[in-house]
């Protein structure tokens, strides 16, 4: 029950059709090449982030897209992995063209993505 004088705020939600039509978000697809190379490589999570000077924790929530990485977490993966920055963000980039418009993954995508890894 609302109290006298209290005010409502309302947070504008987008209608499916327009979430539905959402391009991927940098940080989605940047995670995903980032697990592709550490795959590529045969790696754990740890051995990556222990390389890169990052916690486990931060580089599975980079490479599930929840976190925004800084250019010098980014430049520090990629030096780990043994790519540069340029043919990393050639790489994203080349992905991003090719990714079907799509919504955000949910939570539960997200989580079964990271059981996953």
Not at 22 to 45: P, Y
Not at 46 to 66: D, I, K
Not at 72 to 91: N, P
Request: net charge positive.
């Amino acid at each position: 029950m609302t109290q006298p004088g209290a005010r409502l705020h309302l947070v504008p939600q987008a209608s499916p059709q327009k979430a539905a039509r959402r391009e991927s978000l940098w940080r989605h697809v940047l995670g995903g090449r980032l697990r592709s190379l550490r795959h590529e490589r045969g790696e754990t999570l740890t051995e990556t982030a222990r390389r890169a000077g990052v916690s486990v924790q931060y580089l599975s929530e980079v490479e599930r897209g929840v976190k925004e990485p800084s250019s010098e977490v980014i430049a520090a993966v990629a030096d780990a992995l043994e790519v540069t920055l340029l043919d990393l963000t050639l790489g994203v980039a080349a992905d991003l063209r090719t990714a079907k418009v799509s919504a955000p993954p949910s939570a539960t995508c997200s989580a079964a993505l990271a059981l996953a890894a």
